[in-house]
């Protein structure tokens, strides 16, 4: 055909861009859906352990953090974890250990994607009970050993996890996302085992022992003087 600027050339070249513009579409669509998060809450929380949290996420790439969210029931504000990957889009992480303030606790687990957008599911209220069991793996309890517990608001920084025991906690992230060492469990932990020893030592002085693999002796006490005559 003449005259009419038309030929198959130019029709392959429109088909082309067609087709591109609809791939450009569908993966603007599929980036636009919002994740498939699939939590695992535990059942309890047992009093004086650390308790396993797990989450399945679908797509399974694309995340640019993977969080679980926790706070002593009755708290207003949140800390968080950083989960562990697992592969093929499962996450895990390890609760600090429940103190004797805290009941029940709130859980709820956060993924953002690179562009910073946040998807959420649903908050849940755990119970913690003294009849709870708590199996973790080796690795597991390396990372319930090692905790960085990220804050959510400036007065969280300097102050201890509400809620929560200090055994494990090495680290915090503050809002601003820097990271250092949590200086007020590492002295609580410190003030707790002097203490402890200090309970100790009057009772294992009739014979020493070993306690926690420190070897405690018994103290040599003098003859005291006789009375001058």
């Given at each position: 055909m003449t005259g009419t600027g038309f030929s198959?050339?130019?029709?392959?070249?429109?088909c082309k861009l067609f087709l591109a513009g609809s791939t450009v579409c569908a993966a603007a669509v599929v980036h636009a859906a919002p994740p498939i998060l699939a939590p695992i809450f535990?059942?309890?929380?047992?009093?004086?352990?650390?308790?396993?949290?797990?989450?399945?996420?679908?797509?399974?790439?694309?995340?640019?953090s993977v969080r679980v969210y926790f706070r002593r029931n009755g708290s207003p504000y949140f800390y968080y974890l950083e989960m562990r990957a697992d592969g093929k889009g499962n996450y895990w992480a390890t609760?600090?250990?429940p103190d004797e303030t805290t009941h029940s606790a709130d859980i709820q687990f956060s993924v953002k994607d690179v562009e910073g957008l946040e998807t959420r599911s649903a908050l849940t209220t755990v119970d913690v009970t003294s009849?709870?069991?708590?199996?973790?793996s080796p690795e597991q309890e390396r990372f319930a050993r090692n905790l960085v517990v990220g804050e959510t608001i400036t007065?969280?920084?300097?102050?201890?996890?509400?809620?929560?025991?200090c055994i494990g906690v090495?680290?915090?992230i503050n809002v601003n996302g820097q990271l250092r060492p949590d200086a007020v469990c590492r002295a609580l932990l410190c003030c707790a085992a002097i203490a402890k020893q200090?309970?100790?030592?009057p009772i294992l002085l009739a014979g020493g022992g070993i306690v926690g693999g420190v070897i405690i002796h018994e103290r040599e006490h003098k003859e005291a003087s006789k009375p001058r005559i």
């Open positions: 198959f050339e130019k029709l392959q070249r429109g535990p059942t309890c929380l047992s009093k004086g352990a650390n308790a396993l949290v797990s989450l399945s996420v679908k797509p399974e790439t694309g995340w640019s609760l600090p250990r009849t709870c069991n708590a199996n973790l007065n969280q920084a300097g102050e201890a996890v509400v809620g929560w025991q090495v680290s915090r200090k309970e100790l030592v």
